[in-house]
């Protein structure tokens, strides 16, 4: 029995645009946009909207769905066929199924009650994420940022097994301050830096260094920790953190609801650029409204160059150079996934509402 044949009819998804806020630019589709694509194990909601439309970060504004549907946005499977509808006074974006193995779109008809119907799908059939939830995992959960009580108060490494100095992975580490009932599990950082604003030079945050995991195998003062993984040889000074289940989130891509006028202030691995794919920190959070799911377009920083002619110095108008999509968030800074890039993405870059 073929896989398709497994799957019933689901019910079909009207893409259609939706009012547009005074003054806010029509949706653009892509110049080169395909009039149907099949979607594939490993394709993103991202990327199949960057197929149809100019800007893919908007592609919940051409859904007919709700807010709280659209910040839940698995409705897109393996086998699923998007295409685009024409025959309307503007185009649309329409979801259809294959039938009983066949290449047959199936859809509602324009203005069809459609009643719910139940999706039967191989249960290795994943919905499609909006973006390559591995490009971030690793940093929904380990320590980024911690504040100076915090940091005062986490346990801390004094010493390894055998009078070493370093401890790799399947090591013994002695650890001081363990509260009463610890956990099992908890992530190693390297005492924190502070983030300064770029302007106004104060500190706004402590960024972790993520350096490795323990387990804890006794309590006491201090408690044994066995080292599970490394990222770089742990030492007497570093601190512990509990360690939370990554939770990858499915994040819709929209802009923020008020105004944000910000900067890069760290690329994380400790560089000063970055480009698509990388992740960088910004001096804005939930203080300034920022929320996950929230994009942010970028500007290189504007630059002073000497102008031979007039023999005087010029300041250059920054350019934009692509787009950000916040998907982790604190009080005054957040975190987010460079998804487009024309040109290098450096500390001191302006953010803003796109």
């Known amino acids: 029995m073929k896989k398709s044949s497994t799957q019933a009819l689901a019910l079909a998804l009207w893409f259609s645009c939706v009012p547009l806020l005074a003054g806010a630019q029509p949706v653009e589709i892509a110049k080169d946009a395909p009039d149907r694509y099949t979607v594939v194990r490993g394709d993103t909601l991202w990327g199949i909207s960057g197929k149809f439309l100019e800007k893919p970060w908007r592609w919940p504004e051409i859904w007919a769905l709700n807010k709280d549907q659209i910040s839940n946005p698995h409705l897109i499977y393996p086998g699923d066929i998007v ?3 024409t025959s309307g006074a503007s185009p ?13 779109a199936q859809a509602a ?14 249960l290795d059939k994943a919905p499609i994420p909006t973006i390559n939830a591995a490009a971030i995992e690793p940093f929904l959960s380990q320590p980024l940022v ?14 390894a097994q055998e009078g070493r100095v370093y401890s790799s ?9 363990v509260p009463e009932n610890p956990p099992a599990e908890w992530y190693i950082y390297r005492p924190a830096r502070p983030i300064r604003d770029p302007d106004t030079r104060q500190v706004i945050a402590f960024e972790a260094q993520h350096v490795g995991s323990a387990r804890l195998e006794k ?32 994040f ?16 994380v691995r400790g560089v000063t650029q970055a480009g698509r794919g990388s992740v960088v920190a910004v001096n804005a959070g939930s203080a300034s409204g920022l ?29 934009p150079v692509g787009h950000l999509l916040v998907f982790r968030v604190f009080d005054k800074i957040a975190y987010g996934l460079v998804m487009t890039s024309s040109g290098p993405v450096a500390v001191g870059d302006g953010v803003g509402n796109p």
């Open 83 to 85: 295409y685009l509808d």
């Open 92 to 104: 649309r974006l329409r979801l259809a199924k294959a039938v009983g193995g066949s290449d047959v």
């Open 109 to 122: 008809e324009p203005g069809e009650r459609v009643q719910p119907r139940v999706r039967a799908q191989a």
């Open 146 to 159: 911690v504040d100076e009580a915090g940091l005062a108060a986490h346990p801390y490494i004094v010493g």
């Open 169 to 177: 992975r399947g090591e013994i580490a002695f650890v001081r301050n």
């Open 219 to 250: 309590t006491g003062d201090p408690a044994t920790f066995r080292i599970t993984g490394v990222k770089e040889e742990v030492t007497a000074g570093d601190r512990l953190m509990p360690a939370d289940p990554s939770k990858v989130t499915s």
């Open 252 to 267: 819709a891509p929209r802009p923020p609801e008020s105004p944000v006028n910000g900067r890069i202030v760290s690329v």
């Open 291 to 319: 929320a996950v799911g929230n994009v942010l377009s970028i500007t290189q920083q504007s630059r002073t160059v000497f102008d031979p002619v007039a023999r005087q110095w010029v300041q250059l108008p920054g350019e």
